[in-house]
């Protein structure tokens, strides 16, 4: 029976990451995946192959079409674009195919058995020193493998409803939608989360009606109310209408498409109809297919894997990392949960903190937040000092024309420690990066105030709210 050091159930970014760096560590290393095309395994995960790179290139590929066709002329270029969705949607697969081979390369490089199939965790006996893990292959051959530790990273899949239960075709998931045939002339989303609204964009700017349903009072409920809603504002101006305080019911197909039906916040009937409707009201983890119940896998109230701080489940040498355990379910939460546990088992501490994980949302302006919001800092009972500073008055936003949106930057009041921080506006999720790294060392927003930033760049616009904070921003 082979024998690792470490073995990993599931190749997305938690699991193919904690690999790179057990390995580098000087560990023998084999991953387990089951996704495979042709007989090919996939590496990469939902992230790579079906998530958050297809939906980026599109993103990516539908702001061209739609500044071409909105905002070109406004810079003296005359064009009339037309939308090759084939094209577009071959681009697309091109990129992730690129990417799936480099991380096929990584492992090979790193000499990580890659093992191909589905791997189900076994049930172990008293006095077991090591865990066994049994990989069925695409032909049915089952063959067992042990290990000193085992990670569960299996990752996570779309919710389906009961009451919108997904076809493939006229009502579907993020997986369906990274890949219509034809733009949906009426598009539908129920959820008004990251993924309704980055996938809502795409289709938008490519010619849809679309409509948001949320049954939430505002969209993406996690984010600082004000960036909440001055990003409704801005896709409104796509064309996108929502429908939110909204429960959907159920739906009914006819001649003319599909109709939802729903309930408002004044309870009165509403009807939705679409030629498409995505259902994206969250992910839930996939904890069926590696026989977790089988071998005694202790899960949460909310049907994650149980774990403690250095993310090892109730069985020994038994560990769970990324969207199967609790938190946001986020690529780089789960690769920062993979490099810290490949650490820890080298002996290493932990060093991971899960308060300065992330938040992004891809649309145009993109949105993207760290730390506590201002309603969490109100509800703790701490003060703050606020600095905001819009795009509207940065000289290299309206150079570009990308004047929508702010920065905004909370500080302790007392210490002037930077506690959080909320960007809507171009590169948002690149800005964002400074804000953490200052926020990772306990830094002020003097610190980022007295910061050189070169201009003119969208980065003086963190420089500026951070001056707010101070009460003295200089160019506004």
Not at 17 to 40: N, T
Not at 411 to 416: L, W
């Amino acid at each position: 029976m082979p024998t690792y050091d470490l073995l990993i159930i599931g190749a997305g970014p938690g699991g193919y990451v904690c690999a790179i760096r057990a390995a580098q560590l000087g560990m023998s290393v084999a991953i387990v995946e089951r996704r495979a095309d042709a007989g090919k395994v996939r590496l990469g995960g939902t992230c790579l192959n079906i998530g958050c790179i297809p939906s980026k290139a599109l993103l990516d590929s539908s702001e061209r079409f739609y500044e071409a066709k909105n905002h070109f002329a406004e810079h003296g270029i005359a064009a009339s674009p037309t939308i090759d969705l084939k094209t577009m949607l071959a681009r697309k697969d091109k990129v992730v195919a690129s990417l799936v081979s480099g991380v096929d390369f990584l492992m090979k490089k790193n000499k990580i058995a890659v093992l191909v199939g589905t791997g189900k965790l076994l049930a172990g006996a008293a006095g077991d020193a090591l865990s066994r893990v049994a990989v069925t292959d695409l032909a049915g051959t089952t063959t067992e493998h042990q290990a000193k530790r085992i990670v569960l990273a299996m990752g996570s899949t779309p919710i389906e409803l009961p009451t919108l239960p997904f076809d493939g075709k006229q009502v579907v998931s993020s997986d369906q939608a990274i890949a219509f045939p034809e733009v949906p002339k009426r598009l539908a989303i129920v959820g008004g989360g990251v993924i309704g609204l980055e996938l809502g964009s795409v289709w938008a700017r490519l010619g849809s009606t679309v409509t948001v349903v949320e049954f939430l009072p505002e969209v993406c409920p996690f984010l600082d109310a004000d960036v909440a809603k001055e990003l409704r504002k801005v896709l409104g101006k796509l064309g996108i209408t929502f429908r939110l305080s909204t429960k959907v019911g159920g739906l009914r197909k006819s001649d003319d498409g599909v109709v939802l039906s729903a309930t408002d916040a004044a309870g009165a009937a509403v009807e939705i109809t679409a030629d498409r409707v995505l259902v994206a009201v969250g992910r839930k983890p996939v904890i069926d297919s590696a026989g977790l119940a089988e071998a005694g896998v202790a899960l949460t109230e909310r049907k994650r894997v149980a774990v403690n701080q250095h993310f090892q489940t109730n069985l020994p040498g038994v560990y769970a990392i990324g969207d199967l355990i609790d938190g946001p379910m986020l690529a780089h939460k789960a690769e920062e949960e993979g490099v810290a546990l490949a650490e820890h088992l080298a002996g290493h501490a932990i060093t991971i903190d899960h308060h300065l994980i992330p938040n992004i949302v891809y649309t145009w302006p993109e949105v993207a937040s760290v730390g506590i919001t201002e309603a969490e800092a109100k509800a703790k009972g701490i003060a703050i000092t606020v600095g905001k500073y819009p795009f509207s008055s940065l000289g290299r936003a309206k150079a570009s024309g990308d004047t929508d949106g702010f920065v905004k930057i909370l500080a302790d009041a007392a210490t002037d420690r930077v506690l959080g921080a909320a960007i809507i506006g171009p590169r948002a999720s690149d800005l964002l990066a400074e804000i953490t790294a200052v926020m990772a060392f306990g830094g002020a927003s003097e610190d980022i105030a007295r910061t050189c930033h070169g201009h003119p760049t969208f980065g003086e616009a963190v420089k500026e709210a951070a001056l707010g904070c101070l009460g003295r921003i200089i160019n506004g």
